[in-house]
């Protein structure tokens, strides 16, 4: 389980996850790295399969979480 969920007015990020969440967003992290650019991670009704589309309580999570690299 892996998600991402917007706090605080917007000014805050959570992210949950389990030991394969963990393993799943640092691969992705490592794939960015290797391979410069950037990185979507997705729920499934995003097409994807690394983000869940909610977090343990039950709240609906962001569907897509974008990573780049560099700037």
Known sequence: ???FQITNSGR???IYCD???IASFIGSLEKLRSAAGH???RTPSNGGRELSER????E?????????LGG
């Open 12 to 14: 805050e990020i959570q």
């Open 1 to 3: 389980m892996l998600s």
């Open 60 to 68: 609906e999570a962001v569907g897509e979480v974008v990573i780049t």
């Open 39 to 41: 990185v979507h991670l």
């Open 19 to 21: 030991e394969e969440g």
């Open 55 to 58: 977090n343990p309580w039950g």
